[in-house]
């Protein structure tokens, strides 16, 4: 409009952005169920980082954002009910920690539990070793884990756990497993649960999605055999109704 109106003689953004940005985006795809199940047996049984075994698992098994998982307190865990209340996350910028809504309306949830999730929940709770002073962060108190300085751990701490781990793993094994990062276990648990035919409104809750077309688009990475067994259940399925039919 200015060139146009004549008080600038260029556009001075005429020009495609790819030629000055570097797309270094990665795509991030979830590890396969082989790849979960090993890893999670090595940390389990690693002397050093079997300390982190119940939260990865947690991580991996309920598709929880990291800062949903940080900023979850005693009082959000209901093991009567066998379910988990997420309404706020814990954030860090900088050196500043502090408590913000969940990421959008349909972050704040009750999740559900599944048995193996509870225990490591209820062995969480049972071996918490609060400070004397419980930190108090924008009016929350009771947060499940800390660092060495007694701080609530972040984002970062599991980051670190995570990259360190599988680096050991690497060095360890000859056959390497892929970089896991926390957004990796949120996705491979969306893969897995659309790979075992979850509704996707349903899975779309338990995500915490504001848009089904984000959790839709998990299926984009279903690969031939899941294709396939999709068509030999319903053509199993067909099969026997004409059978009763005959």
Known sequence: MAVDDDIL????????????????????????????????????????????????????????????????????????????????????????????????????????????VYDCFKRILEKRNPPKIEPVIDGYSGFLFFDKDRKPMVAMHWEKYFQHAVDKYNRTYKVQIPKITLHVCRHTYCSNMAKSGMNPKTLQYLMGHSDIGVTLNTYTHLKLEDAQKEVNKIVSINAKKEQKEA
């Not at 079997?50 to 954002?65: C, E, P, Q, V």
């Not at 990291?66 to 865990?77: A, H, K, N, P, Q």
């Open 9 to 116: 003689r260029k556009n001075p953004f005429e020009f495609q952005l790819a030629t000055v940005v570097v797309n270094d985006a990665v795509t991030r795809e979830a590890i396969s169920r082989k790849e979960e199940r090993t890893f999670l047996n090595f940390i389990k049984l690693d002397p050093h980082y079997n300390r982190y075994y119940d939260g990865m698992y947690i991580l991996f098994k309920t598709g929880m954002r990291i800062s949903e998982f940080t900023g979850l307190t005693v009082r959000d865990i209901d093991l009567k009910n066998h379910t988990v209340s997420i309404n706020h996350q814990l954030q860090k910028t900088g050196t500043k920690v502090y408590i913000e809504e969940t990421k959008t309306n349909a972050g704040t949830r009750v999740l559900p539990l599944s048995d193996d």
